[in-house]
């Protein structure tokens, strides 16, 4: 059992010579109207097509059960903020959605205590270090951890009110319901397996509770945490996911207002910064979109006013991110526009 680590970085970087990162076409960028029903279902298609055969990356193991999930398992949703869903590949097979759970617990932490307890307490900026360093709680006294990292995660998990960890979890699982507009729930084998594995995590939250960055127990908060990582979900779930975080906190599918529209920034600027950890600012200079990944194999990724995407494909890059799902998310937004960066000059 190891943390991630920096000594595959060779292998990121053979990835990005390779072309990991398609530079984004001006042409779909620029396009002023939004794409048809036709070119959303083409463009998804195609990079199914495009990618399904790429094998490159490798399992998280550090989590003992995710090293048995069949790697060439490639699904891709994208849901419109209109609420039109368009799908290829392996959309059935559920997966846990690990880290991408936290962009979820942060929203749920703004949107019942609000800004101010975020910055103030784990913050919103980069650690740049690996999203379980433990080097980084110290260096910052648990301060500037941000959400989507290890330490600022538990922490929001911690930070969620309730009078019992049972009223706890009926909130963390129920907005996760309504962001991917229907009833999720846990993956019991990848609970108990990182549960059985989960020391390090265990002493992020006691480190952080040391540095009172969150006023809940942390035993319980680790526990609260690590089942929130396993809650099971699909592609076509983290697109509407997507969506709803593209569509002002509404979920477009099930018109639900899962959020106040006034957080969804907030939420959308800590994934730009931190979502793909170390590689977050080459992810978002090559296209744009705020995005968070889980070792779980699973991203989603945001182009505001307009889709959100899932992606599932199980083998990652040194970084930590699904290398199938990191290139079909920047080959669909290329083709339907999807940068929010872009602008055409008037
Ligand atoms: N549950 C995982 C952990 O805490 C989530 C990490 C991730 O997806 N990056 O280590």
């Not at 265990?202 to 540095?211: C, D, E, G, P, Q």
């Not at 979109?289 to 699973?298: E, I, Q």
């Not at 989603?300 to 990652?316: C, E, H, N, Q, R």
Request: proline letters at 5%; hydrophobic letters at 40%; one cysteine or more.
């Amino acid at each position: 059992m190891s943390p991630l680590n920096t000594s595959r970085r060779g292998l990121a970087k053979g990835l990005a010579a390779a072309g990991l990162f398609a530079s984004a076409s001006v042409a779909g960028a620029s396009r002023a109207q939004p794409a048809s029903d036709a070119a959303y279902q083409a463009a998804v298609s195609n990079a199914y097509e495009r990618f399904k055969g790429l094998n490159e990356g490798k399992n998280a193991d550090y989590i003992p059960v995710l090293a048995e999930v069949p790697s060439n398992y490639f699904g891709i949703g994208l849901c419109t903020t209109g609420g039109k869903v368009f799908t290829a590949g392996d959309i059935a097979p559920r997966f846990s959605i690990q880290s991408i759970s936290k962009v979820v617990t942060l929203a749920l932490v703004l949107q019942e205590s609000g800004e101010a307890v975020v910055e103030n307490s784990v913050g919103v900026d980069a650690t740049g270090q690996v999203f379980n360093s433990i080097v980084a709680v110290e260096q910052f006294r648990g301060k500037e951890m941000n959400p989507l990292v290890n330490p600022g995660a538990i922490a929001m998990t911690g930070t969620v009110k309730g009078s019992s960890p049972d009223q706890i979890w009926a909130k963390i699982i129920g907005i996760h319901s309504d962001f991917c507009g229907r009833p999720l729930d846990v993956d019991q084998v990848v609970y108990k397996s990182e549960s059985d594995t989960n020391q390090r995590n265990r002493a992020i939250s006691m480190l952080m509770s040391a540095y009172e960055r969150f006023p809940g127990n942390p035993a319980v908060a680790v526990d609260l945490y690590t089942r929130q990582c396993a809650i099971a979900v699909n592609a076509k779930d983290l697109a509407v996911m997507g969506a709803t975080l593209a569509n002002g906190g509404k979920n477009p599918v099930t018109g639900k207002q899962v959020i106040d529209a006034k957080h969804v920034p907030g939420v959308l600027a800590v994934m730009a910064t931190a979502g793909l950890y170390d590689d977050s600012g080459k992810w978002l200079f090559h296209t744009g979109l705020p995005a968070k990944s889980g070792v779980g194999g699973g991203i989603v990724a945001v182009s505001p006013g307009k889709f959100g995407i899932g992606t599932f494909a199980p083998p990652l890059d040194a970084a930590g991110n699904s290398v199938r799902g990191q290139r079909a998310i920047t080959m669909i937004s290329d083709a339907v526009g999807g940068n929010p960066y872009a602008s055409r000059a008037t």
